[in-house]
């Protein structure tokens, strides 16, 4: 089950986003809030929105209430974000994979509590990923991961949440085997694929993996 949240970040090619979510292929689509202006902007048809409603415009509220979107409306004031309320929607759905589309870009704080977000996604054993125009952000904890993108492709190994122990990483320009990477150290940016395909295993830690389309 392979279910897509939009937000209510920075989308500025709305064609490109329209086009990979296409490809995608997901079983569910979910806004938070914001999010339905931009799926409006791509012309998709979500089938949850998601939050107290103060960042949807009132007319593509109704157009999607005329679609039969179903909505689920929440006070401003909350505990919980509105990423947290689609992510607990998108567990109820049986996801195993959830990407996140316009997280990032906008208020910076809102950008790295979503980054962070795709660690709380992974322990709750669904496979996260943030796509924008311009990257794809990836989470491994724990685990070897294989990127798929192309010859040449710039990739960064970031550690989040501690130094993550036994680093290996396979077909990129600047290999590692078994390092220690400390999280305050930037030694992981800017390497380069190979090929087609990379690996990136860690150990014991967690580790952003950040493809630059």
């Known amino acids: ?3 897509c949240i939009i937000l209510n970040g920075q989308i500025t090619e709305h064609k ?11 079983d569910y689509i979910i806004c938070a809030d914001g999010g339905a202006n931009h799926a409006y902007k791509m012309d998709i048809v979500p089938d949850y929105i998601i939050g107290d409603l103060d960042s949807v ?8 209430k005329n679609c039969g979107v179903r909505f689920e409306e929440f006070p401003s004031k ?3 974000t509105d990423t947290e309320l689609c992510i607990y929607l998108a567990d109820k759905l049986n996801a195993k994979e959830i990407h996140f589309i316009g997280s990032l870009g906008g208020r910076i704080d809102h950008t790295i509590a979503n980054v962070n977000l795709l660690y709380y996604v992974r322990k709750m054993d669904i496979v996260p990923k943030i796509i924008s125009e311009k990257e794809q952000i990836y989470i491994a904890i724990n685990e070897e991961k294989i990127i798929h993108g192309n010859k040449g492709d710039t990739i960064s190994i970031i550690p989040i949440n501690g130094d993550a122990k036994g680093v290996t990483l396979t077909n990129l320009e600047y290999p590692l085997n078994n390092y220690d990477m400390k999280f305050y150290l930037p030694l992981g940016i800017s390497n ?12 014991d830690g967690s580790l952003l993996i950040i493809r630059n389309i």
């Open 57 to 64: 415009q009132f007319d593509i509220i109704n157009y999607y």
């Open 78 to 80: 909350k505990n919980e």
């Open 1 to 3: 089950m392979k279910v």
């Open 192 to 203: 380069v694929m190979l090929s087609k395909e990379c690996k990136v295993r860690v150990d």
């Open 16 to 26: 490109v986003i329209r086009e990979a979510l296409i490809r995608q292929e997901y």
